[in-house]
């Protein structure tokens, strides 16, 4: 095109009209970074791509192609569901303006606002957004390592690890162990090892019924556990063992080559070990260097973190106050910082932030439970409001729904990610 | 459906059943007894803005393209409709433990906003 007056005119024009209020001009339309495309991040690329209509650049920077949920991978080893119902592509995000690169993001820049991934490329970005999920914590399992994860899988970032915990557990002699390192607090999706230990039950009581669980457990206490202890007595009687830590279960070893867990000083020879060391924020948010300790504070009411206004970290990796560490807590937040990031770069308005989540868990079939709160954003964390729980002795018809709605539930919630 | 006019007797059955008809399930509750919305709350205009940024709370759940898999649609309810459900989830006349936790922190204002917002969804 030949530059005259007019279509200089012009072209400045339409560049005017359709620039953002805040970043305008610079450097064109301003960018957005999300490394991780779980709850927090697929939704957080999805609405600030669908609500700012084009006016902000939006990169997402996830490393598998097909994405696995944690959330219903429990269901699959119960038999409930198939392996490739908990699989979604980013493909709808990319035909909806996300540009989706599949890559590892190795190095966060915060001078000079890139970020580095494994394939050698940098990315510029105005707002940063952080939803790497978890990691382990080094040495948290005596005897345990991530090379010895094929021995004794954890299965807790969803994928390859959970079908190979599938397959040790249709592999387990009759009448073998299974045993279960349930992690210490905080940790993703609290009640999610005793959903895990309910199916494998589930699974164990159809294909192999004199087979025994063992659960070495740190804590004293878990999540809804009054409804999981009752559906294990109702439905797996004499099949769990459950060890708190007032019973030694927090003095736990494992030798991965002799398939043996140490629980309190006693050996105990397991046919399958299923190892959820303590977790800590994904590994990129230390590299970003907003972590403080194991996890990244957050502001409550926007996600930004406390050591950088331009990086926003969501979900399991955030340190935020009183929601737990679920996906529907990732995809609430992700909402809230979407609306905050939108309009910091483009002027739109910005409403208060409001948070939820529901976790829902299966015990047998029809026999779903759930527990849920709403929170608000306070100066000084995300604060609880107002909650509630599933009661024990509920009827069969209450259980039955409350099951029924958590898959109407994961199709909602895997749609608001993925599109 | 449409609400022919604020007679309290029609509204009342008129919402019964397009809440059976939309969610697309004979299960749907049918009999909510009489609770009525007052005419204050129904005036209310909500702002459909605002409804968008709320409805963040809906649509981890409810499918925003009216799929019923589970969880029912909410998606083009009739702005009065859905105010009468929200509302009696709020009061707790109606039984749903997620329902009554999300409506009970909703002003009217906001309940408002939200069905401004899901009216004009198709």
Redesign the interface.
């Known amino acids: 095109m030949k530059l005259n007056r007019r279509t200089f005119m012009g072209t400045a024009a339409a560049a005017s009209m359709s620039a953002p209020a805040v970043y305008a001009g610079a450097h064109g339309r301003p960018r957005v970074v999300v490394v991780g495309g779980g709850a927090g991040g697929a939704t957080a690329a999805r609405y600030i791509a669908k609500d700012s209509k084009g006016e902000i650049d939006v990169t997402l920077v996830e490393p598998t192609r097909t994405y696995y949920t944690c959330f219903f991978s429990n269901l699959y080893l119960g038999g409930f569901k198939d392996f490739v119902d908990i699989g979604h592509s980013y493909g709808n995000l990319a035909a909806n303006g996300v540009n989706v690169v599949h890559d590892w993001a190795v190095g966060v820049d915060r001078d000079t606002k890139t970020v580095s991934l494994a394939g050698g490329a940098n990315l510029s970005y105005d707002k940063l957004i952080l939803s790497p999920g978890i990691d382990f914590v080094d040495g948290a399992v005596n005897g345990w390592d991530l090379s010895a994860q094929n021995s004794m899988p954890h299965a807790y970032k969803a994928g390859s690890q959970t079908e190979l915990l599938k397959a040790q557990l249709a592999a387990m002699p009759a009448g073998g162990v299974f045993a279960m390192v349930a992690p210490p607090n905080p940790y993703r999706c609290p009640p999610g090892p005793y959903e895990r230990v309910s199916m494998v039950a589930h699974y164990l009581k159809n294909n192999n019924p004199t087979a025994k669980i063992i659960v070495a457990d740190p804590k004293p206490k878990f999540s809804k556990m009054a409804l999981f202890q009752e559906g294990w007595a109702n439905h797996y009687d004499g099949m769990i063992d459950w060890v708190g830590a007032d019973f030694g279960g927090a003095d736990v070893s494992v030798d991965p080559s002799a398939m043996s867990v140490t629980i309190d000083g006693e050996e105990n020879k397991v046919h399958v070990c299923n190892v959820i060391p303590a977790m800590k924020a994904g590994r990129i948010a230390e590299l970003a260097g907003v972590t403080d300790g194991k996890w990244a504070p957050v502001n409550a009411a926007d996600m930004s973190t406390k050591a950088d206004a331009n990086v926003y970290v969501l979900g399991d990796a955030s340190q935020q106050g009183d929601m737990p560490k679920s996906g529907f807590s990732a995809n609430s937040q992700a909402k809230v910082c979407a609306n905050a990031v939108r309009g910091a770069l483009t002027g739109s308005k910005v409403f208060p932030a409001k948070f939820s989540n529901t976790c829902w868990s299966l015990i047998s079939t029809n026999d779903g439970v759930k527990v849920g709160a709403t929170y608000q954003a306070t100066p000084e964390k995300i604060a609880k409001v107002d909650g509630f729980i599933s009661a024990t002795g509920e009827s069969a018809d209450v259980r039955q729904a409350t099951y029924e709605e958590s898959e109407g539930w994961y199709s909602g919630i895997t749609s608001d990610m993925f599109g | 459906m449409r609400i022919p006019e604020l007679n309290k007797r029609v509204f009342i059955i008129s919402v019964v059943f397009a809440h059976a008809a939309i969610a697309g399930t004979e299960t749907s509750e049918v009999d909510e007894g009489e609770f009525e919305v007052s005419e204050e709350i129904l005036a209310i205009v909500g702002d459909a803005?605002?409804g968008e940024?709320?409805a963040?709370?809906c649509?981890?759940?409810?499918?925003?393209?009216g799929?019923?898999?589970?969880?029912p649609s909410i998606t083009g309810w009739e702005s009065e409709s859905f105010v009468w459900a929200m509302q009696s989830y709020k009061q707790k006349e109606r039984e749903h433990?997620?329902m009554?936790?999300?409506a009970?922190?909703l002003s009217d204002e906001e309940i408002a906003a939200l069905a401004a917002y899901f009216e004009k969804l198709e």
């Open positions: 803005e605002y940024y709320l963040g709370d649509t981890g759940c409810h499918q925003i393209d799929s019923y898999d589970g969880i433990p997620v009554q936790m999300m009970g922190r």
